[in-house]
């Protein structure tokens, strides 16, 4: 079982950026392909970016492509989230996870950060 814990967000206007960050203890993220999900207040949780195990592969939901890059850095044990070009609309707890595959789903994540808050102004 790993444990991640998110940091880096916070409130941020219309435009501009913010880089995440997911630190895991507990077991090596090597193992495990790592993804991002975001949730707004009443909304359902849902994908944002993911990375495979080496880091070699990365997918994105359209909404965020281009803008948001996905990262992992397994000597550091880390993965990242640099957000540019933010949008009100990109406001929500932005969730870190580990998977047995890269996903766009849920339910195939088995381990679950406890989320930061990302605000963008307008």
């Known amino acids: 079982q790993v444990q991640l814990v998110e940091s880096g967000g916070g409130l941020v206007q219309n435009g501009g950026s913010l880089r995440l960050s997911c630190a895991a203890s507990?077991?090596?993220?090597?193992?495990?392909?790592m993804a991002w999900f975001r949730q707004a207040p009443g909304k359902d949780r849902e994908f944002v970016a993911t990375?495979?195990?080496?880091?070699?592969?990365?997918y994105y939901a359209d909404s965020v492509k281009v803008r948001f890059t996905i990262s992992r850095d397994n000597a550091k044990n880390t993965v990242y989230l640099e957000m540019n070009s933010l949008k009100p609309e990109d406001t929500a707890v932005y969730y870190c996870?580990?998977?047995?595959?890269?996903?766009?789903?849920?339910?195939?994540?088995?381990?679950w950060g406890q989320g930061t808050q990302v605000t963008v102004s307008s």
């Open positions: 996870a580990a998977g047995s595959v890269p996903a766009t789903l849920t339910w195939l994540y088995q381990n």
């Open positions: 507990g077991h090596t993220i090597s193992d495990y392909a």
């Open positions: 990375i495979n195990r080496s880091g070699g592969s990365t």
